[in-house]
Nanobody, 116 residues
Framework: QVQLVESGGGLVQAGGSLRLSCAAS????????MGWYRQAPEKQRELVAT???????NYADSVKGRFTISRDNAENLAFLQIDSLKPEDTAVYYC??????????WGKGTLVTVSS
């Protein structure tokens, strides 16, 4: 059974940093494109960043230069380093594992709150 568990969220002041982690189990990690998404209050879930099995990354324009996605294939972990946090980054951040079209797995999310 595939499980994704996020951690690392919390309350931080604007300008601060957080490192989110996603622990994956179920044997799919090395094959999956890992992604981070976020959903702010009363907004739709949006893509933040992805990293494929080869280490190629993709970022939303709104986070380029501030967010860094990475993965540790040996430990089945994905990370999102968030720097220079802004109040508008406040959201629940979700880990995603994408294998192919129609086969996605999601974690339950971790809340990031940025105070001004």
């Amino acid at each position: 059974q595939v499980q994704l568990v996020e951690s690392g969220g919390g309350l931080v002041q604007a300008g601060g940093s957080l490192r989110l982690s996603c622990a994956a189990s179920g044997g799919i990690f090395k094959f999956a494109t890992m992604g981070w998404y976020r959903q702010a209050p009363e907004k739709q879930r949006e893509l933040v960043a992805t990293i494929d099995s080869g280490g190629n990354t993709n970022y939303a324009d709104s986070v380029k230069g501030r967010f860094t996605i990475s993965r540790d294939n040996a430990e089945n972990l994905a990370f999102l380093q968030i720097d220079s946090l802004k109040p508008e980054d406040t959201a629940v951040y979700y880990c995603n594992a994408h294998l192919y079209i129609g086969r996605d797995y999601w974690g339950k999310g971790t809340l990031v709150t940025v105070s001004s």
